[in-house]
């Protein structure tokens, strides 16, 4: 999976501007990681791994109140996904 694949498929609801310009940057490896948020965890986090993208954590509840999961990209950026919650 490539970057820009990467970018498409977990950053929902931006611009083409806005995508193309966080694809450039994670693909220089700019990012250490890089927190994103989405209302449908599963499904993103299925997009992703069907895509081949490296699987750091599958969806798991943590202890301090988030739903999220974790990938790497193919710069090595960790990309954590956390679930958006109404209320």
């Known amino acids: 999976m490539t970057t820009r694949e ?50 750091v954590q599958e969806p798991t509840e943590q202890p301090y109140g988030i739903r999220d999961c974790s990938f790497r990209d193919p710069a090595r950026n960790l990309i954590r996904i956390q679930e958006s919650r109404n209320g």
């Open 6 to 55: 990467f970018v498409r498929i977990a950053t929902p609801g931006i611009t083409d501007d806005e995508r193309r310009t966080v694809a450039e940057m994670m693909a220089k490896g700019t990012y250490a990681s890089i927190n994103l948020a989405t209302t449908d965890l599963d499904g993103t986090f299925e997009r992703l791994q069907a895509g081949d993208a490296e699987v």
